[in-house]
């Protein structure tokens, strides 16, 4: 998922990998994994993780503000722990 294809998302990645990418996310607090966009088919699938904060971002032309995760670590292969 990027930016251009999700216009529902209601959340947006700050720093790291995923930075700039909008999200749907469905909790108020806590860490998630966002799936690192792939620039190739050949790329393993990698996850970073990010925090739920109460900060909210505000766009022109968008009528709610998205809510901002920042980013908390390197990313790592989906299915593996978290460092």
């Not at 251009?4 to 700039?20: E, S």
């Not at 190739?40 to 993780?49: F, H, K, L, V």
Request: hydrophobic share 30%; charged share 20%.
């Amino acid at each position: 998922m990027n930016a251009d294809d999700c216009h529902d998302g209601n959340a947006i990645c700050l720093g790291g990998p995923c930075h700039g990418l909008l999200t749907h996310i469905d909790q108020d607090i806590g860490l998630l994994t966002v799936p690192v966009p792939r620039r190739s088919p050949d790329e393993p699938e990698t996850g970073a993780r990010y925090r739920v904060t109460r900060e909210r971002v505000r766009y022109c032309g968008q009528a709610e503000a998205y809510i901002a995760l920042h980013w908390v670590g390197a990313p790592y292969s989906c299915g593996h722990s978290s460092p």
